[in-house]
């Protein structure tokens, strides 16, 4: 018999991330009945783009209400009424997400690496938040009021494949336009790489719940670039969803049984 699903936090920063780098993941997961809850740092509730996010949830199949920490994105002030991501007090931060740690009692977060993919500097915050919550959630003499301690099993962080998708992202990188950096390199060799989840068989929920963050697509030439990648090239972007695996305690916990 196969193991029971593990239960999922997924940690990322802004409403689109949670499809286009662990979409397919989450999807996969709900197919095998796991829980999957996301935590998004930036956004505040009722804004457009949370609305989108649910919409995106439920293309992948993920029913449970999205917690929005609701932290202004670093590149649209008026995201949020709460400062930006990046200039608040980190401390808070920790406290904040450790709450909801506790609360949702994850055995395996999923947040992105510590160059936050690509070098986005909320990405790198979330990054880092998603880490110092996951050890402060183990330590019950830390943030009492946030609950009792839960020990999170393993961290999975994600990462773009140099070998599998680099060069599909290259293109849709220099798609961003004059002011894109046709040297700027990002992602994992392949010996970095502790687990490379197939994805290809739910492309298409990830492709639907993608689309379903409208406003993203009138704002964001990344966006719009990879919309416009012949089907293959897309496959290669998308199919793929490669991890950095951390486990907190010994032997940690399987995304997959
Ligand atoms: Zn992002």
Do not use: N
Not at 23 to 51: E, F, I, Q, S, Y
Not at 99 to 125: K, M, N, Q, S, W
Not at 178 to 194: E, L, N, V, Y
Not at 203 to 213: E, I, N, S, T, V
């Amino acid at each position: 018999m196969s193991p029971s699903p593990p239960r999922v936090l997924c940690v990322q920063a802004h409403p689109d991330d949670e499809t286009i780098w662990t979409g397919g993941t989450m999807a996969r997961l709900r197919a095998d009945g796991a829980v999957v809850d996301l935590v998004t740092t930036t956004w505040a509730p009722g804004k457009p783009r949370h609305l989108e996010l649910v919409d995106a949830l439920r293309a992948l199949g993920v029913d449970r209400e999205p917690v929005m920490l609701g932290y202004a994105d670093g590149g649209v002030a008026d995201s949020a009424d709460r400062p930006a991501l990046v200039a608040a007090p980190f401390d808070e931060e920790v406290a904040e997400l450790t709450a909801h740690i506790r609360h949702l009692r994850p055995e395996v977060i999923l947040t992105t690496d510590a160059f936050g993919i690509y070098g986005h500097p909320d990405h790198i915050h979330t990054h880092r938040l998603a880490l110092a919550a996951a050890e402060a959630a183990a330590e019950r003499h830390l943030y009492p009021a946030a609950g009792p301690a839960w020990q999170v099993s393993s961290v999975y962080l994600v990462t773009v494949s140099e070998s599998r998708s680099g060069s599909a992202w290259q293109r849709v990188m220099a798609a961003r336009g004059a002011d894109a950096d046709p040297a700027f390199a990002f992602g994992s060799p392949d010996d970095r790489i502790d687990e490379v989840v197939d994805v290809r068989g739910v492309l298409d929920l990830k492709w639907r719940a993608l689309q379903q963050h409208r406003t993203e697509f009138e704002r964001s030439r990344t966006l719009r670039a990879i919309r416009a990648l012949d089907e293959p090239v897309r496959e290669a972007l998308l199919g793929w969803e490669c991890y950095l695996r951390r486990d907190l305690v010994a032997g940690g916990r399987a995304l997959f049984g």
